[in-house]
């Protein structure tokens, strides 16, 4: 398991590193010289990795679990492999933000490995430097380098992943039980792993394994008991994000509206501006002419030209009236998430059935939390969704130079605004 070929820890860790490098250089240089906001960086230089659920991390490595029931928000909604491992390492001397940041961070750069040498076993290394380069530029990926959980969930996730396949089911125990202590999605293995295990008809130490799985969750509801009385605390103080679950059907249509109609025309509840609505069909109709003759035009124009009218679409719904952000984000949100699910299901005969069915598992958890918000960040952290972009770029080039262009240019993008606590995801 630990030994890792050359070849294997190369090209993972130049895009590891290529795209941390960008994300340094725009929050901790660039920022601070166009920057207008006095207080950026009151905490010190890392502050600029530090908001959201950061302060809820750094509030339970410092003062530990909270909990009620007054609807509001409490610490024990994030689970616990994060924090205690930061305080294990505060333990050794390192102060908090050097410990939460080496974590994320080269947690992020081992599951970008394990991830090469997973697509490269089954689809060989075009598929597996597609995947992996995917993984690391895109835009979300910020969240494998602030202090957020990220880089864990992925690290462990993929190596239970593909441990199951090549069935490990020692190291499906523990790399299962890591994620499910991780974040709450990791119970999405378990399914997965049971459905494979019985289409494949494998022996009962994979279906032990599968329920084993289950070991990081377990041990946080004996601690929810034991210190608060009520063992599923953290799903109770999950009413202080949301009051409601299942799928919300009208936020996203609304973030449809928005895409087709304006986000101005939106919050104003009628079409006040005609041009935003006018210009995405001018849009739409030059797609159409573009698939029509397609064949006439020949592959590359036909790619360029569905990327030109790709980032002229982002452009126009690049912004809210309310925070003026120059962000495609009802566009880009879209995209990963239903795309992603497209995706998934173009693929579902030729990736691991294990994969697809943690994949479509972790889509109906993530759908049904009552929330729009975030959605898109639980969705990046689907591996097996970076697995397929890997074979759909690996066999279609031209559409993964442009694609990796556009997905720095949002990387950038999105480093400045969280670097000025603005909302991401």
Same mark, same amino acid.
């Not at 025309?265 to 001018?282: F, K, M, W, Y």
């Given at each position: 398991?630990?030994?890792?070929?050359?070849?294997?820890?190369?090209?993972?860790?130049?895009?590891?590193?290529?795209?941390?490098? /960008?994300?340094?250089?725009?929050?901790? *240089?660039?920022?601070?010289? %166009?920057?207008?906001?006095?207080?950026?960086?009151?905490?010190?230089?890392?502050?600029?990795?530090?908001?959201?659920?950061?302060?809820?991390?750094?509030?339970?490595?410092?003062? +530990?679990?909270? @909990? +009620?029931?007054?609807?509001?928000?409490?610490?024990?909604?994030?689970?616990?492999?994060?924090?205690?491992?930061?305080?294990?390492?505060?333990?050794?001397? *390192?102060?908090?933000?050097?410990?939460?940041?080496?974590?994320?961070?080269?947690?992020?750069?081992?599951?970008?490995?394990?991830?090469?040498?997973?697509?490269?076993?089954?689809?060989?290394?075009?598929?597996?430097?597609?995947?992996?380069?995917?993984?690391?530029?895109?835009?979300?990926?910020?969240?494998?380098?602030?202090?957020?959980?990220?880089?864990?969930?992925?690290?462990?996730?993929?190596?239970? !992943?593909?441990? #199951?396949?090549?069935?490990?089911?020692?190291?499906?125990?523990?790399?299962?039980? /890591?994620?499910?202590?991780?974040?709450?999605?990791?119970?999405?293995?378990?399914?997965?792993? /049971?459905?494979?295990?019985?289409?494949?008809?494998?022996?009962?130490?994979?279906?032990?394994?599968?329920?084993?799985?289950?070991?990081?969750?377990?041990?946080?509801? !004996?601690?929810?008991?034991?210190? #608060?009385?009520?063992?599923?605390?953290?799903?109770?103080?999950?009413?202080?994000?949301?009051?409601?679950?299942?799928?919300?059907?009208?936020?996203?249509?609304?973030?449809?509206?928005?895409?087709?109609?304006?986000?101005?025309? $939106?919050?104003? +509840?009628?079409?006040?501006?005609?041009?935003?609505?006018?210009?995405?069909?001018?849009?739409?109709?030059?797609?159409?002419? %573009?698939?029509?003759?397609?064949?006439?035009?020949?592959?590359?124009?036909?790619?360029?030209?569905?990327? !030109?009218?790709?980032?002229?679409?982002?452009?126009?719904?690049?912004?809210?009236?309310?925070?003026?952000? #120059?962000?495609?984000?009802?566009?880009?949100?879209?995209? *990963?998430? #239903?795309?992603?699910?497209?995706?998934?299901? @173009?693929?579902?005969?030729?990736?691991?059935?294990?994969?697809?069915?943690?994949?479509?598992?972790?889509?109906?958890?993530?759908?049904?939390?009552?929330?729009?918000?975030?959605?898109?960040?639980?969705?990046?952290?689907?591996?097996?969704?970076?697995?397929?972009?890997?074979?759909?770029?690996?066999?279609?080039?031209?559409?993964? @130079?442009?694609?990796? $262009?556009?997905?720095?240019?949002?990387?950038?993008?999105?480093? /400045?605004?969280?670097?000025?606590?603005?909302?991401?995801?």
């Amino acid at each position: 398991m630990f030994q890792i070929p050359t070849k294997n820890l190369i090209f993972p860790t130049l895009m590891w590193l290529s795209s941390r490098i /960008l994300l340094i250089l725009v929050m901790l *240089i660039i920022l601070p010289i %166009i920057s207008k906001n006095p207080e950026l960086q009151k905490y010190g230089w890392w502050d600029v990795f530090f908001a959201w659920d950061s302060i809820w991390y750094h509030q339970i490595v410092h003062s +530990g679990y909270n @909990y +009620g029931l007054d609807g509001k928000q409490y610490s024990v909604a994030f689970f616990p492999l994060y924090p205690l491992t930061i305080k294990i390492l505060m333990l050794l001397g *390192i102060p908090f933000p050097w410990a939460a940041l080496l974590i994320n961070n080269l947690a992020f750069l081992a599951a970008l490995i394990v991830l090469y040498r997973w697509v490269d076993e089954k689809y060989g290394e075009n598929a597996a430097r597609w995947g992996t380069a995917a993984l690391a530029w895109c835009p979300y990926s910020i969240y494998g380098t602030v202090i957020y959980t990220e880089g864990l969930f992925l690290l462990f996730s993929t190596s239970a !992943l593909r441990a #199951f396949e090549r069935r490990e089911y020692g190291w499906v125990t523990l790399w299962g039980t /890591l994620s499910t202590a991780t974040r709450i999605t990791g119970v999405a293995l378990i399914p997965a792993f /049971l459905l494979t295990s019985l289409k494949e008809r494998r022996p009962i130490k994979a279906y032990i394994a599968s329920c084993a799985v289950a070991g990081g969750l377990l041990l946080y509801i !004996l601690f929810c008991f034991f210190k #608060f009385g009520d063992g599923f605390a953290f799903l109770q103080a999950q009413r202080g994000w949301r009051t409601s679950v299942g799928f919300v059907g009208e936020g996203w249509l609304q973030l449809l509206m928005q895409i087709f109609l304006g986000s101005e025309n $939106v919050e104003q +509840g009628n079409i006040r501006n005609i041009t935003h609505p006018i210009i995405v069909t001018l849009i739409l109709v030059g797609v159409g002419f %573009i698939w029509r003759f397609h064949q006439r035009l020949g592959e590359i124009w036909t790619c360029y030209g569905f990327y !030109l009218f790709w980032f002229c679409l982002w452009l126009q719904t690049r912004a809210t009236p309310s925070n003026n952000i #120059f962000l495609g984000e009802p566009l880009v949100k879209m995209t *990963i998430i #239903f795309g992603g699910l497209a995706l998934l299901w @173009y693929y579902r005969s030729q990736l691991p059935f294990s994969a697809i069915a943690y994949g479509f598992t972790t889509y109906g958890i993530i759908l049904n939390t009552g929330l729009v918000l975030s959605v898109e960040r639980y969705t990046y952290a689907i591996a097996p969704l970076s697995f397929a972009l890997g074979l759909l770029l690996s066999r279609h080039p031209r559409w993964g @130079y442009p694609a990796m $262009v556009f997905f720095a240019i949002l990387m950038v993008l999105f480093s /400045l605004l969280f670097a000025q606590d603005m909302w991401l995801a």
